[in-house]
Nanobody, 124 residues
Framework: QMQLVETGGGLVQAGGSLRLSCAASGRPLRTYVVGWFRQVSGKEREFVAA????????FYANSVESRFTISRDNAKIMVYLQMNSVKPEDTAVYYCAAGRPVGPYSDSGYYDYWGQGTQVTVSA
């Protein structure tokens, strides 16, 4: 089993920045993709960004590309989501997930392990 724990959520003003962290334990990540998803109550979970542990390739949703950056720390087994120029529509619960996608990394169905989520609220 793999455990994922997200931290770093909170309240931020529009235009500001926030960094989310995801700590992984229990299984090695070397063959996994780690993704960030977000969900607003009553809506479907939405892909935000993903990073491959194999080659560090990154992928972003159109809505966050150029504002958000996903990165990893091999030694600490951490994945980060740097959120810049945040907007009120970025408000959601953000989840870290790990899986071995055989299709689009944006498909949440390919991810086997999920964290509990961290709330991000962007005020106008």
């Amino acid at each position: 089993q793999m455990q994922l724990v997200e931290t770093g959520g909170g309240l931020v003003q529009a235009g500001g920045s926030l960094r989310l962290s995801c700590a992984a334990s229990g299984r090695p990540l070397r063959t996994y993709v780690v993704g960030w998803f977000r969900q607003v109550s009553g809506k479907e979970r939405e892909f935000v960004a993903a990073i491959s542990w194999i080659d560090s390739s990154t992928f972003y949703a159109n809505s966050v590309e150029s504002r958000f950056t996903i990165s990893r720390d091999n030694a600490k087994i951490m994945v980060y989501l740097q959120m810049n120029s945040v907007k009120p529509e970025d408000t959601a619960v953000y989840y870290c997930a790990a899986g071995r996608p055989v299709g689009p990394y944006s498909d949440s169905g390919y991810y086997d392990y999920w964290g509990q989520g961290t709330q991000v609220t962007v005020s106008a």
